[in-house]
């Protein structure tokens, strides 16, 4: 199918990156481009900025009916609150909801963010208190854990994920199944954890497994963000596929990971129309096509150079309005939260004190807090 061709129906893409204020025009058009009517920027850490979460609230204040933010924790909380991060996690939810975020995002279950950070066990006592917030609040959180199964095995990882620094079977990196433990104890604790798992959870291979998870958690839901390891998986046994599609309608959201490439490079590119209409095509595709269908080669970011066809599962419209927006609105809401101009004037004066105080208060370096200032700036601004 082509892009004019696809299924006529309202787009919420659940899992969009956005690097910089800078690529603001460039994602509204590829997002109009595209047909997605709204979208949920997920805020991930910044090493020279810090934070990305005012970023994403400037973008929200400028499309308020059409943004939503989940914005990441503050993962300075790790190195200075080492047996004290649950607490620390638990009023920053609050804090952040006020400001007018809908979620929270984690990547910290993605492998090389624990060999960056000093993160605890996701079900030690440390990060109790965090979830029984989010429990408590039902504040949806969208959640990186682990990464495909093949990053661990030596013969069978993709070249593009060794250069990214993605091979963890080096012993460094933490294992996948004991980080899947960790998850499976947090949820038996707290089962009633709004969580949607990024990228299928990474059990693509595995979908009876997850269909366990699905049918003990009724609040855990997955997203169809690539990975194109997914995608492969899907097409393996599609009839199998075609089944858990339908069976779990009602847990799976519409992503894409539009922003990724330019969040992910460096030097830092852009959001653009033909990598991020390949994420797009790919997914719907998938979802919508009854049949066989090819990408382009090395269009996608992350994709490879992908030779063998992959099949789709041609879903009924109804289903595809699930997946497309409805499961988005039931588990977070149809609108976006307002903003607390006030909350985020305070958040852009500790992130900027704190760019100060490690010395990076020179303009056009990594760490410049203009772009901070920039934040603060409007929503101080009398007549925005």
Same mark, same amino acid.
């Given at each position: 199918?082509?892009?004019?061709?696809?299924?006529?129906?309202?787009?919420?893409?659940?899992?969009?990156?956005?690097?910089?204020?800078?690529?603001?025009?460039?994602?509204?058009?590829?997002?109009?481009?595209?047909?997605?009517?709204?979208?949920?920027?997920?805020?991930?850490?910044?090493?020279?900025?810090?934070?990305?979460?005012?970023?994403?609230?400037?973008?929200?204040?400028?499309?308020?009916?059409?943004?939503?933010?989940?914005?990441?924790?503050?993962?300075?909380?790790?190195?200075?609150?080492?047996?004290?991060?649950?607490?620390?996690?638990?009023?920053?939810?609050?804090?952040?909801?006020?400001?007018?975020?809908?979620?929270?995002?984690?990547?910290?279950?993605?492998?090389?963010?624990?060999?960056?950070?000093?993160?605890?066990?996701?079900?030690?006592?440390?990060?109790?208190?965090?979830?029984?917030?989010?429990?408590?609040?039902?504040?949806?959180?969208?959640?990186?854990?682990?990464?495909?199964?093949?990053?661990?095995?030596?013969?069978?990882?993709?070249?593009?994920?060794?250069?990214?620094?993605?091979?963890?079977?080096?012993?460094?990196?933490?294992?996948?199944?004991?980080?899947?433990?960790?998850?499976?104890?947090?949820?038996?604790?707290?089962?009633?954890?709004?969580?949607?798992?990024?990228?299928?959870?990474?059990?693509?291979?595995?979908?009876?497994?997850?269909?366990?998870?699905?049918?003990?958690?009724?609040?855990?839901?997955?997203?169809?963000?690539?990975?194109?390891?997914?995608?492969?998986?899907?097409?393996?046994?599609?009839?199998?596929?075609?089944? !858990?599609? =339908?069976?779990? /309608?009602?847990?799976? &959201? %519409? $992503?894409?990971?539009?922003?990724?490439?330019?969040? @992910?490079?460096? #030097?830092?590119?852009?959001?653009?129309?033909?990598?991020?209409?390949?994420?797009?095509?790919?997914?719907?595709?998938?979802?919508?096509?009854?049949?066989? !269908?090819? =990408?382009?080669? /090395?269009?996608?970011? &992350? %994709? $490879?150079?992908?030779?063998?066809?992959?099949?789709? @599962?041609?879903? #009924?419209?109804?289903?595809?309005?699930?997946?497309?927006?409805?499961?988005?609105?039931?588990?977070?809401?149809?609108?976006?939260?307002?903003?607390?101009?006030?909350?985020?004037?305070?958040?852009?004066?500790?992130?900027?004190?704190?760019?100060?105080?490690?010395?990076?208060?020179?303009?056009?370096?990594?760490?410049?807090?203009?772009?901070?200032?920039?934040?603060?700036?409007?929503?101080?601004?009398?007549?925005?």
């Amino acid at each position: 199918m082509e892009m004019n061709e696809f299924y006529p129906c309202p787009l919420i893409d659940c899992h969009i990156h956005y690097p910089h204020p800078s690529q603001m025009p460039a994602l509204i058009q590829v997002c109009d481009s595209l047909k997605i009517e709204r979208f949920n920027i997920v805020c991930t850490p910044d090493r020279a900025r810090l934070s990305l979460v005012p970023d994403a609230l400037l973008l929200k204040a400028h499309h308020p009916q059409r943004v939503f933010v989940f914005g990441g924790l503050d993962v300075s909380v790790y190195f200075r609150f080492p047996g004290q991060v649950g607490a620390q996690f638990a009023a920053f939810v609050d804090f952040l909801a006020a400001a007018g975020c809908d979620g929270i995002k984690m990547i910290e279950g993605k492998p090389d963010m624990r060999k960056m950070l000093p993160i605890p066990p996701f079900d030690s006592d440390s990060f109790a208190p965090f979830w029984e917030k989010m429990v408590q609040a039902q504040m949806p959180l969208l959640m990186h854990v682990n990464d495909p199964e093949e990053f661990w095995d030596a013969q069978r990882v993709p070249d593009w994920a060794r250069l990214n620094g993605w091979f963890y079977g080096d012993g460094i990196f933490i294992n996948n199944e004991a980080q899947y433990a960790e998850i499976f104890t947090l949820l038996a604790r707290n089962p009633t954890l709004k969580v949607i798992f990024a990228h299928f959870f990474f059990l693509s291979a595995q979908l009876p497994r997850l269909a366990d998870l699905l049918d003990r958690y009724p609040n855990v839901a997955i997203d169809l963000t690539p990975g194109i390891e997914m995608y492969a998986n899907f097409s393996a046994d599609i009839e199998k596929t075609r089944d !858990f599609f =339908l069976k779990y /309608q009602d847990r799976i &959201l %519409f $992503g894409t990971d539009i922003g990724a490439r330019a969040l @992910l490079t460096s #030097p830092q590119t852009g959001i653009e129309l033909t990598e991020s209409q390949e994420r797009v095509y790919l997914v719907r595709n998938f979802l919508e096509c009854p049949g066989e !269908f090819h =990408l382009h080669p /090395q269009r996608g970011f &992350l %994709f $490879g150079d992908p030779q063998t066809p992959y099949r789709g @599962l041609g879903l #009924p419209g109804d289903v595809l309005h699930k997946i497309y927006h409805q499961n988005f609105e039931r588990l977070v809401s149809p609108t976006p939260r307002p903003l607390n101009p006030g909350l985020i004037m305070g958040m852009c004066d500790q992130i900027e004190a704190a760019l100060q105080a490690q010395g990076s208060s020179q303009p056009g370096v990594p760490g410049d807090p203009s772009v901070v200032r920039q934040v603060r700036s409007y929503f101080a601004s009398p007549g925005r």
